[in-house]
C-alpha cells in the first residue's frame, strides 16, 4: 500500500476505522483522501488522522487508485449513480455496504472493478474479520491491495462465490452479538447464582477474552480444547450435557440459516 491512493466515500466509524489502521501501517496521509457531508465529521476526522477531507465525493475520489464506498446501504444507489460521471474505469471500488450486490452495484456504477467486503464491528478495534468477493473486472494487484486495506483492521478472507457473503454475514458479520447474548446470559445467570453483577460480569467477560485467546492462538479446533476441558462427571460435563439436551447446535445452525436467509433478502430489496 506504499504508493496506493485511496478515497472513501463516507467517514463514519468503520471508515475512520479503516484510515487508522492504514495510518497505522505506515501508510502517509497525503495517501488517503475522504468526503463526507458532515462538518463536524469532516474535522473530526482530519484532526484524528491528518488527512485531506472534502464534502463533495468527486473532488475525493479525484486520482484514487482504490474508492472505498462506505455508506449506509439505503444511500449506495444514489451515491453511486451520482459517482459515476467522475469514476475512471481502472479504478477499484470496493464496497462495505451489507447487503448490496455486485450487479446491483454495476447497475448504478457500470462496470467497474469491484471488491464486496462484509467486515464486522471488532473491525472498529482492529480486531474485525471480513469476507472479500471480487468480480471478474478486478486485477491480481488489485486484489492484494483490496486485501490489504481490509487487514488494516483484522484479517480478510475471501470466498470463491458472492453467495457466500451471506454465510459470511451469518458467521462473522452478525457474529459478535451472538457472542453479547451468551455474555448477558452468564451474566445473568451468575447473578442467580449468588453472585454480584459486577462479580458476574467481570468473570464472564474475562473468561470469554480467555476462551477466545486459546482458540485463536491453539493448534487443534474448538471441539479438542471443549474436550480437553470436560472431565467425565465433572461440573463441565454437566453444563454441556445440559445445553446439548436443549438442542444448543440445532439452534445454532438454525439461527445463522436465518441470518444467511435474511442477509439475501435484503440484498434483493436494497438492490431495486
Known sequence: ????????????????????????????????????????????????????????NAEAIEGADVVVIAVKPQAMKAVCEALKPSLK?????????????????????????????????PALLRQGVSGLYATAQVSPAQRSAAEQLLSAVGIALWVDSEAQLDAVTAVSGSGPAYFFLLIEAMTAAGEKLGLSRDTASRL??????????????????????RR????????????????????????????LGAAAHRSAEMAEQLGK
Open 228 to 255: 480437553r476441558v470436560t472431565s467425565p462427571n465433572g461440573t463441565t460435563e454437566a453444563a454441556i450435557t445440559s445445553f446439548q439436551a436443549g438442542g444448543f447446535e440445532a439452534l445454532v445452525e438454525q439461527a
Open 89 to 121: 474505469p481502472e479504478q477499484l471500488v470496493v464496497s462495505i455496504a451489507a447487503g448490496i450486490t455486485c450487479a446491483s452495484m454495476h447497475n448504478w456504477l457500470g462496470a467497474q472493478p469491484l471488491v464486496r467486503c462484509m467486515p464486522n464491528t
Open 204 to 225: 464472564t467477560l474475562q473468561t470469554a477474552l480467555g476462551a477466545a485467546h486459546m482458540a485463536v492462538s491453539s493448534d487443534v479446533d474448538a471441539g479438542e480444547l
Open 1 to 56: 500500500m506504499s504508493k496506493t491512493r485511496i478515497a472513501f466515500i463516507g467517514a463514519g466509524n468503520m471508515a475512520a476505522s479503516l484510515i487508522g489502521g492504514l495510518r497505522a501501517q505506515g501508510v502517509d496521509a497525503a495517501q488517503i483522501r475522504a468526503s463526507d457531508p458532515g462538518a463536524e465529521t469532516r474535522a473530526r476526522v482530519h484532526a484524528e488522522h491528518g488527512i485531506q477531507l472534502f464534502e463533495h
